[in-house]
């Protein structure tokens, strides 16, 4: 026995006629669908029921799985103290989970509880379900910053868990879509989010999981995603197997997206290795970036390649272009990972000898000495894709009506404080933006009105 199925849920409180008094009525399609859904559950008899939960205790770079024999809950804190849950944990599942987990290099465990109570992203699913079957042991997950690819892979941990222990498992993606759908809803409106509403059901509709790696980061945040992450480690459990899916419905009458798929296993299906085939299309990729990376980009490329894996820093290669050992500028070396940020380290004047040197030594510091991540590992390196920024010179401007992003950077100065922003990033489309996120690196305050503005230029070598 293996993963049985799985099933895309929302966890919306009001949902639950206690905390909703009847307001719950106006999304009476996403009601008729978790009764659907739970009734499917019950149908396939599980043993294993796993939660993935993106208000279980989160980390940046670690996934947390709740430790202990069990848990209990309420919804006290949305004036339903009446409403109570008392969960079983499979400690089994949970130490061999645990187990494969680190087998394949995958940061997740049992350490760093904070709050062993049951969330409601874990509740409200459980309340359904508890009406149709309680005959389970809970797993509960929560979520990480890590890339979805490692998302996917505590998926395939789950799958791996469940035939090791012959457990009949079904696991349940909790999660609403976006919260920006409307003007008058809670979180106001971006047009991100009825397009990533319309996207997600599409791809979720369809079971097509390996479209779920084509959502950037900066599209899902500007949309306000809640499940994104939950859905592709459900995804993971599923990786390799046929699945029959149902899209029972879609609603976002408070400004919110609610979405209830279900997945019930019928075998395997060889085409069904999203992963695996995500994988190979990103290598195809790379194989083609680095072939045509310019001089620049390989000289960063050869550093970070040679000091991660030997601890040496390279020394100025012979046969690079004339103007990369004559000039001297600020030079900014970017990498990325699965589309995240991995490391950006600068400096905003020349602070050496040439260009060649300055890409060299702030190379190194992207890939090893940037505050915000752990040191780039040698099993990284054939994903990570570069950019040099070079910078030009730095002219004062008096509003920033002078700004273009796309053209220009900025500098915030106050004092000895100076905060710097590239032009033309993803996520940043306004000045203000811009402004106010250099303000922030900067550690000058918004409210700080003597402060001084330079734009620059950039060369942006790929």
């Not at 397009?195 to 500007?222: H, P, T």
């Not at 994104?228 to 976002?252: N, P």
């Amino acid at each position: 026995m293996s993963v049985t199925g799985a099933v895309m849920v929302p966890h919306p409180p009001l949902i639950v006629p206690e905390i909703g008094h009847g307001e719950e009525r106006k999304i009476q399609a996403t009601i008729d669908s978790y009764h659907r859904a739970a009734q499917k559950i019950a149908k396939w008899k599980p043993d294993t029921v796993v939660v993935i939960s993106p208000h279980s205790v989160m980390y940046a770079d670690y996934f947390h799985i709740s430790p202990g024999n069990g848990a209990k809950g309420s919804f006290a804190r949305f004036r339903a103290p009446q409403v109570k849950f008392q969960a079983d944990y499979d400690t089994e599942f949970v130490r061999m989970l645990c187990q494969e987990a680190e087998a394949r290099d995958i940061p997740a465990g049992t350490l760093g509880e904070r709050d062993k109570s049951l969330d409601h992203g874990t509740m409200v699913p459980l309340y359904f379900l508890d009406q149709y079957d309680t005959d389970y042991k809970l797993v509960r997950i929560g979520l990480s910053g890590l890339p979805l690819t490692k998302h996917y892979e505590l998926g395939q941990c789950i799958k791996k868990a469940a035939e090791l222990l012959e457990r009949n498992t079904v696991v349940i993606g909790s999660g609403d879509l976006s919260h920006k759908l409307k003007e008058d809803g809670p979180y106001g409106f971006q047009k991100e989010g009825p397009e990533y509403d319309d996207r997600i059901m599409d791809v979720m509709g369809k079971a097509a999981f390996g479209e779920l790696f084509d959502f950037s980061e900066n599209f899902c945040e500007k949309a306000a995603e809640c499940g994104h992450r939950s859905f592709t480690i459900m995804a993971g459990a599923l990786d390799g197997l046929a699945v029959k899916t149902e899209k029972l419905s879609h609603e976002g009458t408070f400004g919110v997206g609610y979405g209830v798929c279900t997945y019930e296993v019928s075998g395997r299906d060889a085409d069904r290795y999203f992963l695996e085939e995500y994988r190979q299309r990103e290598e195809e990729k790379a194989r083609k970036r680095k072939n045509a990376e310019d001089p620049f980009v390989r000289l960063a490329r050869k550093t970070i390649e040679t000091y991660v894996r030997t601890g040496e820093k390279i020394s100025v290669p012979e046969r690079l272009p004339e103007e990369m050992y004559s000039r001297r500028a600020g030079v900014f070396v970017s990498l990325k990972e699965d589309g995240r940020l991995r490391g950006c380290i600068g400096t905003i004047a020349p602070v050496r000898g040439s260009i060649a040197e300055e890409i060299i030594e702030n190379a190194i510091s992207a890939a090893a000495k940037d505050p915000r991540f752990h040191a780039v590992e040698p099993e990284e390196l054939e994903r990570l894709v570069y950019s040099v920024d070079v910078l030009g010179d730095a002219e004062k401007i008096s509003s920033p009506e002078e700004l273009d992003v796309k053209r220009y950077g900025v500098i915030v100065s106050r004092g000895y404080r100076r905060g710097l922003l590239l032009p033309d990033l993803e996520g940043v489309d306004t000045a203000e933006d811009q402004i106010e996120i250099a303000r922030q690196k900067a550690g000058i305050p918004e409210d700080a009105e003597d402060i001084t503005l330079e734009r620059f230029e950039v060369v942006r070598h790929y």
